[in-house]
Antibody, heavy 121, light 110 residues
């Protein structure tokens, strides 16, 4: 069955780094592009980053540009989000989401359950 | 910076009809923005409801419909049920690899 499972969340101090992973199963990972979306406690959804199916195109929200890096390993069916220089405002549940096919549809059709990142000051 | 706007909250009676909207602080929403809609209940990940303005995702009841109304994208629930009480989010594709979510609408069914 189609599934996305995030991991790597935790409690980290301001200024430190954290790497999130999203393991995919049940579909051909390398055919799909992916997003990271986050949700701060009690707040709405915020788009964070996007990576194309081949990893060659990456885009970021202004709030994380220069601090976060999205990447993928198609041989391991895994998506990553490297988060550096973390701030308290990065505290959120982080979801990975699959961009639907066929291109150029622009919506997210499969979501993981999320992993929680807490940045303490 | 363009912001995607949604009503913060809305209330509907069981069996009633409600239309939630998704606009821009600058400009009009059109199909070019590929509006999509997601439903989220507390503690759960979002669920895809509508994509490409008006296409229902697999398994979504036909009481949910999407459209463009005036200068906004719209999500209409016709015959609201108690289980529709959720948060609803739209997202627009702004081009150049950028997506922006609206702030979400908290829908109460009572």
């Amino acid at each position: 069955q189609v599934q996305l499972v995030e991991s790597g969340g935790g409690v980290v101090q301001t200024g430190r780094s954290l790497r999130l992973s999203c393991a995919a199963s049940g579909f051909i990972f390398s055919n799909y592009a992916f997003h990271w979306v986050r949700q701060a406690p009690g707040k709405g959804l915020e788009w964070v980053a996007f990576i194309s199916n081949d990893g060659n195109n990456k885009y970021y929200a202004e709030s994380v540009k220069g601090r976060f890096t999205i990447s993928r390993d198609n041989s391991k069916n895994t998506l990553f989000l490297e988060m550096d220089s973390l701030r308290p405002e990065d505290t959120a549940v982080y979801y990975c989401a699959r961009r639907a096919l066929p291109s150029p549809t622009q919506y997210m059709d499969v979501w993981g359950k999320g992993t929680t990142v807490t940045v303490s000051s | 910076q363009t912001v995607v706007t949604q009503e913060p909250s809305f209330s509907v009676s069981p069996g009633g009809t409600v239309t939630l909207t998704c606009g821009l602080t600058s400009g009009s929403v059109s199909t070019t923005y590929c509006p999509s809609w997601y439903q989220q209940t507390p503690g759960q990940p979002p669920r895809t409801l509508i994509y490409s303005t008006s296409t229902r995702s697999s398994g979504v009841p036909d009481r949910f419909s999407g459209s463009i109304l005036g200068n906004k994208a719209a999500l209409t629930i016709t015959g609201a049920q108690a289980e529709d009480e959720s948060d609803y989010y739209c997202v627009l594709y702004m081009g150049r690899g950028i997506w922006v979510f609206g702030g979400g609408t908290k829908l109460t069914v009572l």
